[in-house]
C-alpha cells in the first residue's frame, strides 16, 4: 500500500504564493519520479511540473519562471513553490508518484494524490 500525503492548498490573491507538498510512504523500494499535475473545472488534468529521482525537471510553459519544483529525497518528498499566482491557476493540484515497490522488479507503478484545491482571486 503506497499514500501521498499532499498539503498546501488555499485561497491566495493573484500575486501571492503558495507551497505544497507532497510526502510519499508505503510499499516503495524506489522512487523514478514525482510531479504535481492539475485540473480546472471543466478541463483536462494537466502536468504542472515534474521532477526525476536525479534531479531533471520539466515544466508546463504557463508555469515556467513562476513555479519550482523540489524534492527532499530523504523524506520522500516533493514541494511545489508557487509565485506571481494567477487567477487561471486555479485548480485542484493533483500530487504523482512513479516508483518501484520491488527490488527484483524494475516494473514501474503510478500513483495519485487526492487533490489539493488552489484557488486564485483576482
Known amino acids: 500500500q503506497v499514500q501521498l500525503m499532499e498539503s498546501g492548498g488555499g485561497l491566495v490573491q493573484a500575486g501571492g504564493s503558495l507551497r505544497l507538498s507532497c510526502a510519499a510512504s508505503?510499499?516503495?523500494?524506489?522512487?523514478?519520479?514525482m510531479g504535481w499535475y492539475r485540473q480546472a473545472p471543466g478541463k483536462q488534468r494537466e502536468l504542472v511540473a515534474t521532477i526525476t529521482s536525479g534531479g531533471d525537471t520539466n515544466y508546463a510553459d504557463s508555469v515556467k519562471g513562476r513555479f519550482t519544483i523540489s524534492r527532499d529525497n530523504a523524506k520522500n518528498t516533493v514541494y511545489l513553490q508557487m509565485t506571481s499566482l494567477k487567477p487561471e491557476d486555479t485548480a485542484v493540484y493533483y500530487c504523482?508518484?512513479?516508483?518501484?515497490?520491488?527490488?527484483?522488479?524494475?516494473?514501474?507503478?503510478?500513483?495519485w494524490g487526492q487533490g489539493t484545491q488552489v484557488t486564485v482571486s483576482s
Open positions: 508505503g510499499s516503495i523500494f524506489s522512487i523514478n519520479a
Open positions: 504523482h508518484l512513479r516508483y518501484r515497490q520491488y527490488s527484483y522488479s524494475y516494473m514501474l507503478y503510478n500513483y
